[in-house]
């Protein structure tokens, strides 16, 4: 099984949103500040923030780095950002670069009026983008800053529309002062007003000081970042941590295993402590049978879900013939559908075939038998087809790059699959192909009829792992039919 890219995705957004507030109030001053990362008391990396007080701008630079080890291979990334803002906490432009393995992808963003105007620059993919960009719109990297602006008040709760500079989306974020706390810090007590934010159906809790320094930041799943010297920041004496450790992070277990998961033609489940009365998604596969509330944001979802049926339900040709789904043509960063690699391979792939779905069949075969199943992460559909390897995330966007160029409309979904190894659902992604009707097949998996135990929770790969994020570490499982 392979670790999905949003369990990454997760970190980033989780220290991206708390990077620790160099200056000690409005008005900003000049800082450098440095956290520690851990996770269940191991330390996997560190964050900086570094603030710059100039006449015009505030210039923020953040790093973070974290060490991942996949077997004897270094997977250490390092996402590096700097901001500039005007004196009032408006965003003017930053320039964001992930890096991994080698890999670099970088995201540019200038604000002119309401418009934001992104480049993004990586292997085999450059591209220009407007978007609107409202004001009120933070960054997220630097909303830490309006938050001290507002003050620190027992009760006080505020609301902000964040644009999340990873995912190049906009998404709204709440917090609410909860209380006062004395805590030990640095061998000494300290007052703390302790903040709950969540966002994206996540939650985190801070501990600040009242100048606004971060003493301690706590969210999911036991990853924590602690307020450190550089020193101590920077020093990685511990083994790194083992990519499969997120295995076991992410894994959903259940009472009683599946037998013959990948045969599985029928399945019927209750998911619990799901987020919302709509958070799971329904299709030709998957049926919502009831669903219960237990509280607030604690849903009880019954599903049924049934493997994917031989054929469709009658032949289309290639090039799909579709203006509908005409946006699952294009390319992304991820999915570079121009490149003439990826243009070359396709054409070659369904040289002769004037079927859709068998086309997307082959496109399929092609890719399980030619990527090797190992945990490595990489950025891009290019990525995987020279390297020829990768996880779940690897596989799907190299298929999709190949089957949108072969005129087949792809989208790419996320959710959970069941793990005989491991004896429980791990998260997962997958394609879904237009060939007359949505259909759904594993590339990683080697199936042209996606087991009933694939388990669709969102769709996109940007929006999609977003909403993942809702699921991961709270969602459970219990199986009612098999």
Not at 107 to 132: M, N
Request: include cysteine; charge should be neutral; hydrophobic fraction near 40%.
């Amino acid at each position: 099984m392979m670790k999905p890219k949003s369990l990454f995705s997760f970190l980033v957004l989780g220290v991206v949103l708390l990077w620790v507030g160099g200056a000690s109030a409005v008005p900003v001053t000049d800082g450098d500040d440095w956290t520690g990362t851990y996770y269940k008391g191991n330390k996997i990396g560190f964050n900086n923030a570094r603030v710059q007080v100039r006449p015009d701008t505030i210039d923020v630079h953040t790093k973070m780095y974290f060490r991942l080890q996949s077997g004897k291979e270094d997977q250490s990334t390092i996402l590096t950002q700097d901001t500039t803002l005007t004196p009032d906490l408006r965003l003017k432009s930053f320039v964001m670069l992930q890096e991994i393995m080698g890999k670099r992808q970088e995201v540019a963003g200038r604000v002119e009026g309401t418009k934001l105007h992104l480049e993004i620059s990586g292997r085999g993919f450059h591209k220009k983008q407007t978007i609107d960009f409202p004001q009120g719109v933070q960054p997220s990297t630097t909303v830490w800053l309006n938050i001290m602006k507002d003050g620190f008040e027992v009760g006080k709760k505020g609301k902000y529309n964040i644009f999340l500079e990873s995912f190049r989306m906009m998404i709204p974020m709440t917090y609410e002062i909860l209380r006062k706390e004395m805590i030990q810090f640095e061998g000494r007590s300290v007052n703390t007003f302790v903040v709950q934010q969540k966002f994206a159906g996540m939650t985190s809790t801070i501990w600040t000081n009242a100048e606004g320094d971060v003493l301690r930041e706590l969210s999911l799943n036991d990853f924590e970042s602690i307020r450190e010297p550089k020193e101590k920041a920077i020093r990685m004496d511990n083994k790194p941590m083992s990519v499969s450790s997120f295995i076991t992070l992410s894994l959903v277990k259940v009472e009683k295993p599946i037998t013959a998961s990948d045969d599985k033609s029928r399945l019927k489940l209750k998911l619990s402590n799901v987020h919302g009365p709509e958070s799971i998604p329904q299709d030709h596969r998957q049926k919502v049978l009831k669903i219960a509330k237990n509280g607030e944001e604690s849903y009880t979802t019954t599903l049924l879900i049934q493997r994917e049926p031989k054929a469709p339900a009658k032949r289309v040709s290639l090039p799909v013939p579709t203006s509908r789904y005409k946006d699952f043509l294009k390319d992304a960063p991820e999915i570079q559908v121009q490149h003439p690699l990826i243009r070359t391979l396709a054409s070659d792939l369904v040289e002769g075939e004037k079927d859709a779905w068998q086309a997307a069949k082959l496109i399929s075969t092609w890719v399980f038998d030619n990527l090797d199943k190992v945990l490595v992460d990489s950025f891009t559909a290019l990525d995987a087809l020279q390297d020829r390897r990768g996880e779940c995330q690897s596989h799907t966007n190299l298929f999709t790059a190949l089957a949108r160029a072969a005129g087949i409309p792809t989208r790419v979904v996320n959710g959970l699959v069941y793990s005989d190894e491991f004896e429980g659902f791990l998260y997962h992604a997958w394609p879904e192909v237009w060939v007359g009707e949505w259909r759904a097949l594993d590339p990683t998996l080697g199936q042209h009829q996606v087991d009933a135990t694939h388990i669709k929770l969102s769709e996109g790969n940007y929006a999609g792992a977003l909403k993942l994020m809702e699921f991961i570490g709270q969602v459970n499982i219990e199986l009612l039919e098999q």
